[in-house]
């Protein structure tokens, strides 16, 4: 959104221009609304569009920046406009590959054209000479941290780079490599509204201060504005956000107000409590207040310590062979493609041509069969159900309002 508000400075958008004025192929499900989705509506999580991340996990090997901005023309939107809070990784990345064609008035390459944008407005001018989307040139650099993914186990393990280039199609919504030090330079210009550590000015004042600005609730205390969560500390603005890939976490938080900033890095997927402990007992140090952040970790660490221990007792490393044979062969979806379901030397196996995990049954509290589970990243502990409609297999990834139904490939 620093990148956009940039457009925005130099009269090549304003943050309501529609989408499709930028970019006449943009579409979503709605026709009427893909002419009037604008390009605050994209980086606001207040459209209605759900989280569909397992497209992502499913497809990523696959998908160009084109595919994620065209995905978008089979999403729905679950709610209207400002009804409620709901963050789509699409949508955010669709505005930043509109933003940097728009930036460099070049078409046939969204990816590089965001690239190039984001170098020349955001990167080069704050000095984050060491942040990057290109996955060979940190390969080529060879000094980076290695990404640790969830086990089923609840247990950190280490993964390789190749599993992190799930965010490649959705690279302005979380794809970037960098470093504290290059963190450190964009917390310092965010808290000098917009100005880098070496004085110049990289977006205004009034566009920087724009993306600050509350557009839907997201708790009572908490709103999100343009691709910031918008809080408060002890009466002055929060503003922060985190972030998650399949091996890394981070939160970014800062209180404009008090010129303070905090950037946690771990190199864990789904740390985030971690984290955000990190940050809350930092403004307790800070403004001396008492320390109730102690508390609380050691009773997350003791409901993980619980949660470790059902999921031990419930997991069967064994599969029904007799009951799972039928369930043996190709499936697809419209959206996340085609899987294979294989059983190997007793092994329940499911591969999305971009991963392959095994499946393991998982009890419910009576001890009867509830579902599978993945059982390695990226997606370990994903339910699966096997089901029998109509007299044809079905596989049904996920649970509730996000899950996706695979049937028989013909």
């Known amino acids: ?25 943009f579409r979503v499900l709605d026709p009427e609304l893909s002419e009037t989705i604008t390009m605050r509506n994209l980086v606001c999580a207040c459209t209605g569009v759900p989280r569909r991340d397992y497209e992502l996990a499913f497809n990523f090997r696959d998908m160009t920046a084109e ?20 963050y789509s990784n699409q949508m955010v990345a669709a505005a930043g590959y509109i933003a940097g064609q728009t930036a460099t008035g070049q078409q046939g390459n969204l990816m590089a054209e ?22 060979d040139a940190i390969r080529a650099r060879g000094d980076y941290a290695i990404p640790h993914a969830l086990q089923i186990t609840s247990d950190l393990a280490p993964i390789g780079l190749e599993v992190e280039e799930f965010l490649l199609p959705i690279a302005p919504a979380g794809g970037q490599w960098s470093t504290l030090n290059d963190m450190l330079r964009y917390m310092v210009t965010q808290l000098h509204d917009g100005v880098a550590p070496d004085g110049k000015q990289v977006v205004s004042s009034e566009n920087l201060l724009e993306t600050r600005k509350p557009q839907i609730g997201v708790s009572a205390d908490t709103s999100y504005g343009l691709g910031w969560m918008v809080g408060d500390y002890k009466e002055q ?20 107000a008090s010129d303070l900033g905090v950037v946690v890095i771990t190199n864990g997927q789904a740390t985030n409590f971690y984290n955000g402990a990190i940050v809350a007992r930092l403004l307790e140090l800070v ?28 997991l069967l490393d ?40 095994e499946l393991l049954p998982y ?35 996920g649970e509730g309002a996000v899950s996706d139904r695979f049937t028989q490939a013909k």
Do not use: C
């Open 67 to 86: 595919d994620t901005v065209a995905s978008l023309a089979d999403f729905e939107f679950f709610t209207d406009f400002g009804e409620a809070f709901q």
């Open 318 to 357: 064994q599969v029904d062979e007799a009951a799972v044979t039928p369930f043996a062969g190709a499936y697809t979806n419209d959206a996340l493609g085609e899987i294979e379901v294989t059983l190997e030397n007793g092994e329940l196996l499911l591969d999305t041509g971009d991963f392959r995990t």
């Open 237 to 256: 603005p929060l503003i922060s956000h985190g972030g998650n890939s399949i091996g890394f976490s981070t939160e970014f938080t800062f209180l404009p």
């Open 1 to 25: 959104t620093m990148l956009m508000g940039t457009l925005v400075d130099d009269g090549l958008m304003t943050w309501d221009t529609p989408a499709v004025e930028l970019f006449p192929d």
């Open 114 to 135: 965001y690239a190039t944008a984001l170098q020349e407005r955001v990167l080069d001018p704050i000095g984050m000479a060491d942040t990057t989307i290109d996955f």
């Open 363 to 397: 009890l419910d509290d009576d001890g009867n069969l509830y579902r599978y589970l993945f059982a390695s990243p990226p997606l370990a502990g994903l339910t699966v159900q096997l089901l029998e409609e109509a007299g044809a297999p079905v596989i049904v990834v």
């Open 287 to 314: 403004f001396e207040q008492p320390d109730e952040i102690t508390a609380n970790m050691e009773y997350y660490l003791q409901r993980i310590a619980e949660q470790r221990a059902e999921t031990a007792e419930k």
